[in-house]
Nanobody
Framework: QLQLVESGGGLVQPGGSLRLSCAASRFTLDYYAVSWFRQAPGKEREGVSCISSKGDSTNYADSVKGRFTISRDNAKNVVYLHMNSLKPEDTAIYYC??????????????????WGQGTQVTVSS
Protein backbone atom coordinates (compact mmCIF):
# COMPACT_ATOMS: atom_id res chain seq x y z
CA GLN A 1 0.00 0.00 0.00
CA LEU A 2 1.35 3.39 -1.00
CA GLN A 3 1.50 5.71 1.98
CA LEU A 4 3.11 8.62 3.73
CA VAL A 5 4.15 8.37 7.36
CA GLU A 6 4.77 11.41 9.55
CA SER A 7 6.88 11.43 12.70
CA GLY A 8 8.52 13.87 15.06
CA GLY A 9 5.55 15.48 16.74
CA GLY A 10 5.28 15.96 20.48
CA LEU A 11 4.94 18.40 23.34
CA VAL A 12 7.25 21.41 23.35
CA GLN A 13 7.41 24.65 25.31
CA PRO A 14 6.82 28.01 23.61
CA GLY A 15 9.97 29.10 21.83
CA GLY A 16 11.10 25.53 21.34
CA SER A 17 11.79 23.55 18.18
CA LEU A 18 10.69 20.35 16.52
CA ARG A 19 11.53 18.59 13.30
CA LEU A 20 8.78 16.68 11.53
CA SER A 21 9.55 13.98 9.00
CA CYS A 22 7.40 12.63 6.18
CA ALA A 23 8.56 9.34 4.71
CA ALA A 24 7.09 7.69 1.64
CA SER A 25 6.48 3.98 1.56
CA ARG A 26 6.34 1.91 -1.63
CA PHE A 27 6.68 4.89 -3.98
CA THR A 28 9.23 7.54 -4.77
CA LEU A 29 8.65 11.19 -3.95
CA ASP A 30 10.92 12.32 -6.79
CA TYR A 31 8.03 13.52 -8.98
CA TYR A 32 5.85 14.89 -6.23
CA ALA A 33 5.52 18.33 -4.74
CA VAL A 34 5.01 17.84 -1.02
CA SER A 35 3.14 20.07 1.38
CA TRP A 36 2.64 20.21 5.10
CA PHE A 37 -0.83 21.03 6.37
CA ARG A 38 -2.12 21.45 9.89
CA GLN A 39 -5.50 21.28 11.54
CA ALA A 40 -6.29 22.67 14.95
CA PRO A 41 -9.44 21.66 16.86
CA GLY A 42 -12.50 23.35 15.41
CA LYS A 43 -10.58 24.82 12.48
CA GLU A 44 -10.19 23.94 8.84
CA ARG A 45 -7.08 22.24 7.55
CA GLU A 46 -4.62 24.86 6.34
CA GLY A 47 -1.55 24.70 4.15
CA VAL A 48 1.65 25.53 6.01
CA SER A 49 4.48 24.98 3.57
CA CYS A 50 5.25 23.36 0.24
CA ILE A 51 8.40 22.19 -1.55
CA SER A 52 8.74 21.43 -5.25
CA SER A 53 9.69 17.97 -6.45
CA LYS A 54 13.36 18.89 -6.90
CA GLY A 55 13.50 21.05 -3.81
CA ASP A 56 14.34 24.20 -5.76
CA SER A 57 11.22 26.11 -4.75
CA THR A 58 9.44 26.52 -1.44
CA ASN A 59 6.63 28.59 -0.04
CA TYR A 60 5.23 29.27 3.40
CA ALA A 61 2.06 30.52 5.01
CA ASP A 62 2.49 34.01 6.45
CA SER A 63 1.89 32.65 9.95
CA VAL A 64 5.04 30.49 9.84
CA LYS A 65 7.31 32.47 7.54
CA GLY A 66 10.73 33.00 9.10
CA ARG A 67 10.14 30.29 11.73
CA PHE A 68 9.56 27.11 9.72
CA THR A 69 11.79 25.60 7.02
CA ILE A 70 10.80 22.83 4.65
CA SER A 71 13.42 20.61 3.05
CA ARG A 72 13.68 17.27 1.33
CA ASP A 73 16.16 14.47 0.80
CA ASN A 74 15.07 12.58 -2.29
CA ALA A 75 17.80 10.01 -1.80
CA LYS A 76 16.14 9.07 1.50
CA ASN A 77 12.62 9.66 0.17
CA VAL A 78 11.84 12.02 3.04
CA VAL A 79 10.54 15.56 3.46
CA TYR A 80 11.17 17.54 6.64
CA LEU A 81 9.55 20.48 8.38
CA HIS A 82 11.89 22.26 10.76
CA MET A 83 9.87 24.33 13.21
CA ASN A 84 11.55 26.96 15.37
CA SER A 85 10.23 29.61 17.77
CA LEU A 86 7.08 27.61 18.26
CA LYS A 87 3.99 29.35 19.59
CA PRO A 88 0.88 27.97 21.30
CA GLU A 89 -1.10 28.80 18.16
CA ASP A 90 1.05 26.29 16.24
CA THR A 91 -0.66 23.51 18.19
CA ALA A 92 -2.37 21.20 15.70
CA ILE A 93 -2.21 17.87 13.97
CA TYR A 94 0.32 18.16 11.17
CA TYR A 95 -0.15 16.23 7.94
CA CYS A 96 2.09 15.79 4.94
CA UNK A 97 0.62 15.33 1.49
CA UNK A 98 2.06 14.64 -1.96
CA UNK A 99 0.79 15.93 -5.29
CA UNK A 100 1.98 14.47 -8.59
CA UNK A 101 3.37 17.69 -10.02
CA UNK A 102 6.75 19.36 -10.18
CA UNK A 103 5.85 22.74 -8.67
CA UNK A 104 3.88 23.95 -5.69
CA UNK A 105 0.74 25.45 -7.15
CA UNK A 106 -2.03 24.98 -4.63
CA UNK A 107 -2.97 24.05 -1.07
CA UNK A 108 -6.35 22.76 -2.27
CA UNK A 109 -6.60 19.42 -0.43
CA UNK A 110 -8.44 17.91 -3.41
CA UNK A 111 -5.32 18.25 -5.53
CA UNK A 112 -3.20 15.95 -3.37
CA UNK A 113 -2.82 12.26 -4.14
CA UNK A 114 -1.43 10.85 -0.91
CA TRP A 115 -1.78 11.85 2.73
CA GLY A 116 -0.16 10.78 5.94
CA GLN A 117 -2.04 9.91 9.10
CA GLY A 118 -0.90 13.04 10.95
CA THR A 119 1.30 13.78 13.94
CA GLN A 120 0.29 15.87 16.93
CA VAL A 121 2.26 18.99 17.81
CA THR A 122 1.41 20.64 21.12
CA VAL A 123 3.07 23.89 22.19
CA SER A 124 2.42 24.58 25.84
CA SER A 125 4.20 25.55 29.02
Amino acid sequence: QLQLVESGGGLVQPGGSLRLSCAASRFTLDYYAVSWFRQAPGKEREGVSCISSKGDSTNYADSVKGRFTISRDNAKNVVYLHMNSLKPEDTAIYYCAAALRLRCTTYDVREYDYWGQGTQVTVSS
